[in-house]
């Protein structure tokens, strides 16, 4: 059996002193759940599939690369849209990107999915249910077949037909405790809202007993579905193309091969940069980190703290930051030419563990499949249907595995 420390690692830390606090504040959140649950505050279904894609937890548990795995799933066979809040843009109210959008109009992480898959329609909007409403109504974007919902578990106005619940696999949230103490935003039964459940950042090697273990200690209901995932990292990309120099080669190389001699910069602004750092610490010689917080704005200080941190490492060295604060890095006036030249973004892939990649695809498949009218998933269907079928393109959709 494995022990608890295993599964945790060293990134749950509880505040026992303020759990007092964590008491008043889940009694609100209870009271607000109880009021969705009575009806008295209203959850809203749409005829166009839904997913949504959260978590329970304050920091990252990989949302955005989870988002980017169901788009490349689906873009080739619907047509795929992604509503996200938009955190700390400096717009206000729906937004459909375009070509001039940037990180300062939809935010950090629709920026990212709005230049890896330009042929999307990415859209920011508070208010999820307006922007559902505006994707829907031909106005903005035509025949959207499914909308991806980012970072919305907790926004209950909307009714997800699949609702992905992630848990990062070190802050298991069956261990943690609710803000200010721990790092639930939510008790741990909110969990049981959830159709499919993935444990995330998992170690490539997760044991099968791992795997049972897990399954044991999180309890869930027959009709919710279980998975793990890990990322892997893609080739590092050059931040400032034009600037790089011989190093550009390193990009065509794997991962340990470039890092092999390299002291690294880790430069983040991210909720959980631990899991990154102790990654990376495999593959370099050496890695300095160097966090903000999440979403950070980088600032004249801080653009000093970084061409000064990054002067004073011994050669050969390199500065590796994530895909998200690239978009931001990217606007930053100030950066040394050296800190340009040895400036790489690292992404990452998210990879379901366990052979069930291929279970896991076929419950997002085969539910936009049921609900779509317009995507060639759709089509593929009712070209096996016979001529004299009753099937209306208008009956009402199935919306949750509940129901299936």
């Excluded at 907790?154 to 298991?172: A, E, F, S, T």
């Excluded at 002291?263 to 160097?290: C, F, R, W």
């Excluded at 931001?328 to 379901?352: H, T, W």
């Excluded at 990649?357 to 060639?376: D, M, W």
């Amino acid at each position: 059996m494995i022990s608890k420390d295993r599964i945790e690692g060293d990134l749950i830390s509880i505040n026992k002193k303020l759990q007092p606090l964590s008491w008043l504040y889940g009694l609100g959140v209870g009271f607000r759940n109880l009021l969705f649950e009575m009806g008295i505050l209203k959850s809203r279904s749409y005829s166009t599939p839904v997913i949504s894609v959260g978590n329970i937890t304050v920091g990252g548990t990989g949302k955005t690369p989870h988002v980017e795995y169901l788009v490349r799933l689906l873009k080739d066979k619907a047509k795929v849209a992604v509503l996200s809040r938009g955190y700390k843009r400096k717009t206000r109210g729906f937004v459909l990107a375009g070509e001039e959008a940037t990180a300062s109009t939809i935010g950090d992480e629709p920026y990212q999915m709005k230049t890896k898959f330009p042929d999307i329609a990415v859209a920011v909007d508070k208010k999820r249910t307006r922007g559902i409403e505006r994707l829907t109504s031909g106005e903005y974007v035509k025949d959207i077949d499914v909308i991806l919902l980012d970072d919305a578990f907790q926004h209950r106005y909307v009714k997800p037909g699949i609702n992905i619940l992630l848990v990062d696999y070190h802050r298991l949230i069956i261990y943690d405790t609710l803000l200010p103490a721990g790092r639930l935003r939510e008790p741990v039964k909110s969990k049981d809202r959830a159709d499919i459940v993935i444990v995330t950042k998992c170690p490539k090697d997760l044991k099968p007993m791992e795997f049972r273990v897990i399954t044991k200690a999180m309890s869930l209901y027959p009709y919710q579905k279980l998975f793990f995932s890990s990322h892997e990292f893609e080739g590092l990309r050059p931040v400032f193309p034009t600037n790089q120099n011989t190093q550009s080669s390193q990009i065509s190389q794997t991962l340990s091969e470039a890092l092999a001699d390299q002291h690294v910069l880790l430069l983040t602004g991210i909720a959980s940069p631990e899991q990154m750092l102790n990654d990376l610490k495999g593959y370099a010689k050496a890695v300095t980190p160097l966090a903000f917080s999440d979403h950070h704005r980088f600032k004249e200080n801080d653009v000093k703290q970084i061409n000064e941190t990054f002067s004073a490492l011994p050669s050969p060295k390199m500065i590796i930051t994530t895909e998200k604060d690239e978009t931001r890095l990217m606007q930053v006036e100030g950066l040394s030419d050296e800190v340009k030249r040895c400036l790489y973004a690292l992404p990452i892939r998210i990879q379901i563990l366990l052979d069930q990649e291929e279970s896991f695809n076929q419950c997002i498949i085969s539910y936009v499949r049921k609900n779509s009218r317009n995507s060639i998933l759709a089509q593929s269907k009712d070209d096996h249907k016979p001529k004299d079928s009753d099937y209306s393109g208008n009956r009402p959709r199935t919306i949750s595995f509940r129901n299936n």
